[in-house]
């Protein structure tokens, strides 16, 4: 039996037999689409019975891009989720559903596999291969139902089950080759050293006399070249430069430029394998999968492996009992590349490994004349050399991830025929989790600014479970439908830490192995803690549907969590929702019109997201001499316990179209959502006299509002092509209301009233100071100011020919986006398919920090200030030993329009006829070939990728091909 499926269609069944010859198959437009079921938590209702802002992916749009988690699957493909990317392999970027709302509490949505909430931790260590939908719940009257737990939106993921009929084993793998492009061109040597010549010479220029102690950049001699440029503390760096003087005068073409990046690049190379088996019959359904996937990097010293196994077993035991377990476990590596502990130089090895390569002197040669590495090359004892630098800097982080979903069901109605409609189910979800994180950074390591060997050693472990007992009754009379759900349920954590640190590890090979006192030559450090929390719940729900085109879904939930104060831990979360399925009436007999539903809905959400014992007033141990002896004692802590301290509350109302027109060739939704944040959870600051300095505190309101569009169209189809478009865009603003002063902004914070959460502060540039502004200039030099010729120019606000920080700064912009958007192109001709998927964030701000221009340090290519160039785009650079900038408004120059729309993805497929495969026992088998990160269409910021926010990225091509069997 060949099953033929495709997105908007209805699948068809073919019988193959071996005498079949060629097979033509139509398939017919899905006009049953509606019928499709949507996970809304705790149960599954059909498409067209929604009242709610649910969205989702299913697994084709998973299988559509080879991704290495779920995440990546759903950017761009969601109205209203924002998601940004991460090149490192085995990190994940951030997720938002429908903007931020928490100043300091979490603004991360809940994740439930397969019924069961996660406590800590996303989807990111489930293997893909393994999902079968992914559903969003957007609104309060959709996430209410998980109460507290719901406040930043629900991702709901369903895994795989097995299917009753013949066993299938299926295999999928692909191979994808990346490079490292980067769009941040920087100096070679010759300019280098030129714009480090013209450093000097402003830092040494008096702005009276116009005369500078150093030559000009432009007017260069060989004896202060060798003060500029450490000719003594690395002679080898010297030679380099000193070739350019081999003429007798400067010839900057001479020198060599050394490529310093294309030392820490490699080609990466992920490979991705699955193998799954699933069958069953009407009693026994069962599901098996193993994954392994292994990326390699493209940058030296970082890496990621995983596997993953997944096993799941469905009995129905009688008419009235049933049970099932879904078990998935993972085990990851990644060598996360260059440690960001412990840096102590005033380089940039905090960065990573390339920004580490990035910032050596362009000058400068990896080995002097004998073959030997050069510790410090240029001679600046603030930049190491980045040689070997994946072998004396080690960072490894090893997970285990081991998850269960088992449910036991009983259908009352089937053993008493009075109670028909009643289940009761019964729900355990335990989670565990070990990390473990070993540092290695050696004495010659660019990040370590000492002479020792430096390692540590961190564990972490956790253990979470979920009990839920549910009672389900559904009942149909008439017209009537009605379904109620009732919950209660119970969620334990715990966290058990432990690390230690030490300082002269004496072999370089037992890493972080062996750190105890015998070993460890230098100092050791040891530290452990527990952290324990629960949250208990009640919860009842409604549904309601009155001749399938008036629905009703009403809830409410009560939330208690451990964490908040005694006599505030519990609080109710209700919410309501209507939808008039107007396609429905009589009135709407139209034609093109195939279904129209308009929602109403409203809710109440919580957070508690604090961490544990912060409304307790912790104390800090502490040991002090008594006569021979430590003596045990303690010292309160800083943070004064609020008694009083309860939920942050949100409140959201969404309205919403859902539409399907034109023989579903057009569909889509639409939502527009407004929500109100109180009772903030923040930590203020209090009057010291009370013995403390800060307290938790539910003070401050936040507002968010927006809409979400989504669209689909069939625009072409022909008996042999079909050409498919779905857009989805998505608008939000949020603001602040008020805060712990009330109206009072809150300029430490950059919090500001009526304001978006996250905004720049500071001054606006205007450019740069010109000679010919020298009357405009010396008014602001009279009243403190120093702006000379070629030092950024910024707005004086209150025009008082001054500028200071309480007068002059302002607002430059908001840092999150007004608007994602994301829109897929299929196109199928024959046996070919072919698709591109666009991405974009657009209307918000960067803050690239500007450009310091020290001349210490390496600095990107840029169009600088000089007494010849100047109309340039950045300030005169001004040598500083520190590296500290010259110009105290640099900063106002780093700020930048960041929207960008990039090619995210392009692929060519092939599905073979069964004719080909013949007898080869192959079903279905399908090869493809993808380009990911091809380009950008749109960019206001060249030099930096926005999706990544670096000016390094990932371009691959991937091979791959699904198998059936």
Do not use: C
Not at 133 to 155: H, P, Q
Request: a positive charge.
């Amino acid at each position: 039996m060949l099953v033929i499926s495709y997105t908007g269609y209805t699948d068809k069944e073919v019988t193959i037999t071996q005498s079949s010859a060629a097979i033509q198959v139509s398939l017919a437009i899905d006009t049953k689409a509606l019928d499709d079921v949507v996970v809304i938590g705790y149960a599954t209702v059909k498409k067209k019975d929604v009242t709610g802002a649910v969205a989702g992916i299913n697994q084709q749009d998973i299988k559509s891009r080879p991704v290495t988690d779920a995440l990546q699957a759903m950017q761009g493909k969601v109205a209203g989720v924002d998601i940004t990317s991460n090149e490192r392999p085995g990190s994940i970027g951030s997720i938002n559903i429908r903007g931020i709302r928490s100043l300091t509490a979490s603004n991360t949505p809940l994740f439930v596999v397969d019924g069961i909430p996660l406590i800590t931790g996303g989807i990111e260590n489930f293997n893909p291969g393994d999902i079968e939908s992914i559903d969003i719940l957007k609104d309060a009257s959709a996430t209410a139902i998980y109460g507290s737990r719901g406040a930043n939106g629900v991702v709901i993921v369903t895994t795989k089950q097995g299917k009753a009929g013949r066993t299938t084993l299926s295999f999928s793998n692909s191979v994808k080759l990346e490079n490292l492009v980067d769009n941040e061109d920087m100096f070679n040597a010759s300019d280098y050293i030129t714009f480090r010549r013209w450093a000097y010479y402003y830092a040494g220029l008096n702005t009276t006399t116009g005369i500078s102690s150093y030559p000009r950049g432009d007017q260069p001699t060989l004896a202060t070249d060798r003060t500029f440029f450490n000719a003594t503390a690395d002679p080898s760096a010297w030679a380099n430069i000193a070739k350019g003087w081999a003429s007798g005068s400067w010839d900057g073409s001479k020198v060599a430029t050394t490529d310093w990046r294309g030392m820490v690049t490699q080609q990466s190379m992920t490979s991705d394998n699955v193998i799954s088996v699933s069958g069953g019959s009407d009693k026994i359904k069962s599901y098996g999968s193993f994954g392994y996937l292994n990326n390699s990097g493209t940058i030296k010293g970082q890496s990621f492996q995983r596997y993953s196994g997944k096993a799941s077993v469905d009995i129905e035991a009688t008419k009235w009992l049933s049970f099932g377990s879904n078990i998935s476990v993972s085990y990851s590596t990644q060598e996360y590349g260059q440690s960001t502990v412990n840096v102590s130089t005033i380089g940039t090895p905090a960065g990573g490994l390339y920004e580490s390569a990035r910032s050596l002197f362009p000058y400068a040669v990896p080995y002097d004349s004998t073959g030997a590495r050069i510790l410090f090359p240029g001679g600046d004892n603030s930049f190491k050399s980045v040689v070997d630098e994946w072998n004396y800097n080690r960072d490894q982080r090893v997970t285990l991830r081991a998850f269960g979903s088992m449910y036991t069901q009983l259908n009352l109605g089937s053993i008493f025929p009075v109670l028909k409609g009643l289940r009761y189910r019964m729900n355990f979800g335990p989670d565990f989790s070990y990390y473990r994180d070993g540092v290695y950074i050696d004495a010659n390591s660019v990040a370590n600014g000492g002479s020792t060997n430096y390692a540590s050693l961190a564990n972490n472990k956790t253990f979470s479970y979920t009990l839920d007992n549910l009672l389900y009754y559904d009942r149909t009379i008439g017209a009537h439908a009605f379904g109620v759900t009732l919950l209660q349920s119970q969620t334990a954590y715990s966290q058990e830490t432990s690390s230690i640190t030490g300082n002269g590890i004496p072999l370089s090979t037992q890493q972080w192995n062996a750190l105890t006192t015998g070993t460890v030559t230098g100092a050791i450090s040891t530290s452990s803690n527990i952290i324990q929390q629960q949250l208990l719940s009640y919860m009842a729900r409604v549904n309601y549907s009155y001749k399938d085109k008036y629905l009703l879904t009403t809830s409410a939930r009560e939330d208690g969590s451990s964490v908040l104060a005694q006599g505030h831990k519990y609080s109710w979360f209700p919410s309501a929702a209507v939808a008039w399925r107007i396609s429905k009436e009589k009135f709407m007999k139209i034609n093109w019109v195939n279904d129209l539903k308009l929602r109403l809905g409203a809710g109440v959400t919580g957070n508690s997201a604090i961490a544990p014992y912060a409304t307790q007033g912790p104390i800090t141990s502490l040991f002090y001499p008594y006569v021979s002896s430590n003596a045990a004692g303690s010292v309160p802590n800083s943070v004064l316990a609020n008694q009083d301290l309860g939920w942050e509350r949100t409140t959201q109302y969404n309205l919403g179209l859902d539409f399907s027109l034109f023989n579903r060739r057009i569909s889509g939704s639409f939502d527009v959502y407004t929500s109100n944040t109180t009772n903030l959870l923040m930590q203020r600051s209090i009057p010291s006299v009370t013995g403390f300095t800060t307290t938790y505190a539910n003070v401050g309101k936040t507002a968010n509002n927006g809409f979400d569009i989504n669209v689909s169209t069939i625009n072409i189809k022909q008996k042999n092509l079909m050409w498919a478009t779905t857009i989805n865009a998505s608008w939000q603003k949020e603001h602040i209301v008020a805060l712990a002063n009330g109206n009072q902004d809150d300029i430490s914070n950059t919090w500001f009233i009526g304001q978006p959460i996250g905004v720049l502060y500071g001054y606006r540039a205007l450019g740069l100071w010109h000679p010919g502004d020298s009357t405009a200039s010396k008014g602001f030099n009279a009243n403190g100011n120093s702006f000379f010729a070629g030092n950024v120019k910024v707005a004086d606000v209150n025009g008082d020919n001054k500028i200071d920080p309480n007068n002059d700064r302002q607002i430059l912009g908001w840092t999150r986006p007004r608007w994602v958007v994301g829109m897929t192109n299929t196109v199928t001709f024959r046996e070919f398919d072919f698709s591109f998927f666009l991405y974009g964030r657009l209307n918000y701000v960067y803050n690239g920090g500007g450009e310091g221009e020290a001349g210490r340090s390496v600095t990107r290519q840029i169009n600088y200030y000089t007494e010849t160039n100047q109309n340039a785009q950045f300030q005169k650079p001004i040598f500083n030993a520190g590296n500290a900038p010259g110009d105290p408004y640099y900063a106002a120059l780093g700020v930048y329009q960041a929207s960008f729309i990039k090619i995210r993805n392009i692929s060519l497929g092939y599905t073979f006829k069964n004719k080909t495969l013949g007898k080869s026992g192959i079903s279905s088998l399908k090869a493809y070939l993808q380009m990911s990160n091809p380009g950008m269409l749109f960019s206001k910021i060249k030099y930096l990728d926005m999706d990544v926010v670096s000016p390094t990225w990932n371009r691959g091509i991937t091979v791959g091909i699904n198998a059936s069997f």
